[in-house]
C-alpha cells in the first residue's frame, strides 16, 4: 500500500479532529480553517468573562501535522483528494471531517439588510475565539448587552458579561433556562442566581426584530413605525449599529451589543456537496463511517444512531473510538456503551460553573433523563441555606438521570452509576456528601 493509500486527512482543527491526529500519529495532516493556535473552545466564556487569557485555551501542540488557516473547498471523492481554499490539493486514503458547527442566526429582522451577508456592528455570534475577542473588546462597564437564547452557550455569556459590568438581559423563547438539560426546580434556582448577578431574565419571550442606526445616525426599525428614540450611537462607517431589540410583544430593549446564542447547527457543506448521506448531521455508523467507507465524521458536524450531540465529551469519545478503529486495536473507548469494537454513543454530562466577582460559584451538572416518566421513583435533597440542589430520577433498580447545583462532590459516584447501568443498592450513600457515612 503507497503511502498516499495509507494517508489520513482530518478537516477541522478543533478538539475532535487534533484528538484524533494525537492519537494516530504518523501519516496525518489536519486542515485547520481558523489561524488561531487551536483551542478549547469550552473555555471561551471563560475569555469573555476575563478571568482566562486565550492563550490559556490552547490545546497541546499540533505539530506539523496541523496546516493553520486553511479552508478545504471541496471534496473529489473519486480522485480521493481535498482542494483547499490557497490552491492546493490533499490526496487522502482515509478522510475525516470533523469541521464542527455553525451558530444558528435566526430569522430577525433587521439582522442582514437586503443582500447583506455582515451582521450589523454591535451584533455578535459567540461560538470561535474571533467571535470571543470581538465581543470582548465592545464590553466595557455600563454597556447594555442583550443575550438571545437562554441555553448552555447564553448562560455562560450573560454570566461572563455581568462578570465585565455590562448591563445584561437575556430573553429566552422557552418557558425556562437551559431547559433541555435542566427540571423546572433546578432552572429556577439558576435562574435567581443569575438574578443576583444583575442579569434581568424574560423566559416565554420572543425575539421579533433588531433595529440600527444607520451611517447617517438614523436609527431603522426592523418592522412597523419607527422605534422609540435612543440614544445616539456612532456606527462605523457604511455599516449599520444595532440600536435595539423588539420583542414579539411590542417591547423594546435598548442595546448597544447583541449576542445570537439560539444554539448551533452541523456543518455539513462540504458532505452535502460530495453527495455523503446528511440528515441533521453528516450520517455515520458504529465504525464512524459516512456513506463512503473512506470518509468518516466525528464530533459535532456527525449523526450517529440519529443523534447530534454537540458537546465536547461526545467528540472525544467519538476520535478515541475512530482512533481504534483505524488503527485496528479493537479496543473501542471505555465510555461509550455497547459493542467495544466501535462506536456505540455517548452517555453525556452537562457542567458548568457560573462565578461573578467575589460571590461564591454555582456549579451545575445535568446527566440522563431529569424529567420522570410515569412509574419513575425521584429522590430530592435541598438545602436553601447552602444553595444546593440534588434530584436523581431512578426506574426501577436503575438511574436514569439526574440534576445537581451548588455542591457536586457526589456527581462523580452518581455519573459512573448512570453510565455503567448498575443496580442502585444505597441511592443515599450515592447522594450525600460524606458517601452517606
Request: a negative charge; hydrophobic letters at 40%; proline letters at 5%.
Amino acid at each position: 500500500m503507497t503511502s498516499e493509500q495509507q494517508r489520513v486527512v482530518v478537516i477541522g482543527g478543533g478538539l475532535a479532529g487534533l484528538r484524533l491526529a494525537a492519537r494516530l500519529g504518523g501519516n496525518v495532516t489536519v486542515l485547520g480553517e481558523e489561524p488561531h493556535v487551536p483551542y478549547n473552545r469550552v473555555l471561551l466564556a471563560e475569555v469573555l468573562a476575563g478571568r482566562y487569557a486565550p492563550e490559556v485555551t490552547a490545546l497541546p501542540a499540533a505539530g506539523p501535522a496541523l496546516r493553520r488557516g486553511v479552508r478545504a473547498v471541496r471534496i473529489d471523492r473519486a480522485e480521493q483528494v481535498v482542494h483547499c481554499d490557497d490552491g492546493t490539493v490533499e490526496p487522502y486514503g482515509t478522510l475525516v471531517l470533523a469541521t464542527g458547527s455553525n451558530p444558528v442566526l435566526p430569522a430577525l429582522r433587521g439582522l442582514f439588510e437586503p443582500e447583506g451577508r455582515d451582521l450589523p456592528s454591535g451584533v455578535h455570534a459567540f461560538r470561535t475565539m474571533d467571535d470571543c475577542l470581538a465581543l470582548s473588546a465592545a464590553v466595557r462597564p455600563g454597556v447594555r448587552a442583550v443575550v438571545i437564547g437562554g441555553g448552555l452557550l447564553g448562560v455562560s455569556a450573560a454570566r461572563a458579561l455581568a462578570e465585565r459590568g455590562a448591563q445584561v438581559v437575556l430573553a429566552q423563547q422557552g418557558e425556562r433556562l437551559m431547559e433541555r438539560q435542566l427540571d423546572a426546580d433546578a432552572s429556577a434556582l439558576l435562574h435567581t442566581h443569575l438574578t443576583a448577578l444583575g442579569v434581568e431574565i424574560h423566559t416565554e419571550c420572543r425575539v421579533r426584530g433588531l433595529t440600527t442606526s444607520g451611517p447617517d445616525g438614523d436609527t431603522r426599525p426592523a418592522t412597523g413605525p419607527a422605534a422609540a428614540r435612543t440614544t445616539p450611537q456612532v456606527p462605523r462607517t457604511g455599516q449599520n449599529r444595532v440600536t435595539g431589540v423588539e420583542l414579539a410583544v411590542g417591547y423594546r430593549l435598548d442595546a448597544d451589543i447583541v449576542v445570537l446564542a439560539c444554539g448551533v447547527r452541523p456543518r455539513t457543506g462540504l458532505a452535502l456537496a460530495a453527495g455523503l448521506d446528511v440528515r441533521t448531521g453528516i450520517v455515520v455508523d458504529d465504525r464512524l463511517r459516512t456513506s463512503d467507507p473512506r470518509i468518516h465524521a466525528i464530533g459535532d458536524c456527525a449523526e450517529h444512531a440519529g443523534r447530534v450531540y454537540g458537546l465536547a465529551g461526545p467528540a472525544l469519545e467519538q476520535a478515541d473510538a475512530l482512533a481504534d478503529v483505524l488503527l485496528g486495536t479493537g479496543q473501542g473507548i471505555a465510555g461509550a456503551a455497547g459493542d467495544a469494537s466501535g462506536y456505540s454513543g455517548t452517555r453525556a454530562l452537562t457542567r458548568l460553573t457560573l462565578t461573578a466577582g467575589g460571590d461564591r460559584p454555582l456549579d451545575l451538572a445535568a446527566f440522563g433523563e431529569t424529567t420522570p416518566l410515569p412509574g419513575d421513583d425521584v429522590v430530592r435533597l435541598t438545602d436553601a441555606t447552602r444553595r444546593t440542589y440534588r434530584k436523581v430520577v431512578v426506574r426501577g433498580d436503575r438511574l436514569v438521570g439526574g440534576v445537581l447545583l451548588g455542591e457536586l462532590s457526589s456527581v462523580g459516584a452518581l455519573a459512573r452509576s448512570w453510565e455503567d447501568g448498575e443496580t442502585l443498592t444505597d441511592l443515599h450513600h450515592l447522594l450525600t456528601d460524606d458517601g452517606g457515612s
